[in-house]
């Protein structure tokens, strides 16, 4: 379990379970933006944002495969 805080305001903690990476993001302030704001460059300029854009760019990849595949199975079945 890893924390980070942004001005006292706003804590950002996540947890590494198997293949999934747990975020929680809680505020304590009337105003939490400037804090969301600063954990959200954290986030930009790490490996976790890369990992979750890999990992959605495969999920698309794999649906358009999917897409692909079924019209041509369906006319092999017809054939």
């Known amino acids: ?11 950002m ?3 590494v379970s198997g293949m999934n990476t747990l975020l929680s993001v809680s505020a304590r302030a009337n105003n939490p933006e400037p804090g969301f704001q ?17 990992s959605l760019q ?11 595949q079924r019209p ?3 006319f092999a079945q017809q054939m």
């Open 72 to 74: 041509a199975e369906k």
């Open 13 to 15: 903690s996540s947890k």
């Open 58 to 68: 495969n999920a698309q990849i794999q649906a358009l495969k999917t897409l692909d």
């Open 38 to 54: 600063l954990i959200n460059q954290r986030i930009t300029h790490s490996t976790i944002n890369d990992n979750i854009w890999a």
């Open 1 to 11: 379990l890893k924390r980070w805080r942004a001005e006292n305001s706003v804590t």
